[in-house]
């Protein structure tokens, strides 16, 4: 696995901090808990602004070569200097268009 996300975003957010927990309750009304993870999964936000087509057209054909959500990739985070191994969250990207040949574009993604 050799791909990186392909553009560095104008903005990025951790929205989402998980952690996966399986709770068993017993007949006395005991519970059982364990975590699933070793440490919670980040979920980001990469927030792209006045994206070109050619820019916006790269993005997108990454998303396509993943099959949205389907398969991982790096992610490296320039705010924490950290790289990721992540894949989308979703199998849709949001894109909006600031004018006829500016677009801004969202991409939600999760550490795996």
């Known amino acids: 696995m050799a791909d990186t996300y392909p553009l560095k975003p104008n903005r990025i957010t951790v929205t989402t901090i998980r952690h996966k927990t399986t709770v068993a309750t017993f007949e006395r009304g005991n ?4 975590s699933n993870w070793k ?3 980040k979920e980001f936000e990469l927030k792209h602004y006045n994206l070109s087509i050619e820019e ?4 997108i054909a990454f998303h396509e070569d993943r099959h949205g959500s389907l ?7 320039h705010v924490d200097n950290l ?9 849709s990207l949001s894109i909006d268009h600031a004018n006829a ?3 801004n574009l969202t991409a939600r993604v999760i550490e795996c």
């Not at 790289?83 to 199998?91: G, H, K, L, N, Q």
Request: glycine share 4%; charged share 35%; net charge positive.
């Open 56 to 59: 916006r057209d790269q993005i």
């Open 101 to 103: 040949y500016s677009f």
């Open 31 to 34: 519970e059982q808990r364990m």
């Open 39 to 41: 440490k919670g999964k």
């Open 71 to 77: 398969r991982k990739f790096y992610f490296a985070n």
């Open 83 to 91: 790289v990721y191994v992540v894949r989308f969250a979703e199998d």
